[in-house]
């Protein structure tokens, strides 16, 4: 079992910036890809970024690519998400989760999963 706890989440200006950060624990060697997703009210949980553990590489929603940077620290096992220009559309809860294996853009597919970090964002 993973343990992920987010934080960082807050509220901020339209423009503003945010740094969340997920803590992972537990049996983190299993881990393979790390993703964020967020889920506004009455909508879906939807991908937001992901990156590998192991290598680095990143993977970004279509539609926060340029705005937000997924990145880690394997020394700390800490994943954070840096978002920039935000919008009120960027309203959510936003959600840490692990999966083995490889990358997925689809929720159903991540084995663990944080409790999560409402992000606020006002206009």
């Known amino acids: 079992q993973v343990q992920l706890v987010e934080s960082g989440g807050g509220l901020v200006q339209a423009g503003g910036s945010l740094r969340l950060s997920c803590a992972a624990s537990?049996?983190?060697?299993?881990?393979?890809?790390m993703g964020w997703f967020r889920q506004a009210p009455g909508k879906e949980r939807e991908f937001v970024a992901a990156?590998?553990?192991?290598?680095?590489?990143?993977y970004y929603s279509d539609t926060e690519k340029g705005r937000f940077t997924i990145s880690r620290d394997n020394g700390k096992n800490t994943v954070y998400l840096e978002m920039n220009s935000l919008k009120p559309e960027d309203t959510a809860v936003y959600y840490c989760?692990?999966?083995?294996?490889?990358?997925?853009?689809?929720?159903?597919?991540?084995?663990?999963w944080g409790h999560g970090t409402q992000v606020t964002v006002s206009s």
């Open positions: 989760a692990a999966k083995k294996w490889t990358y997925s853009d689809h929720p159903a597919q991540y084995d663990n």
């Open positions: 537990g049996r983190t060697f299993g881990i393979y890809v």
């Open positions: 990156i590998s553990w192991s290598s680095g590489r990143t």
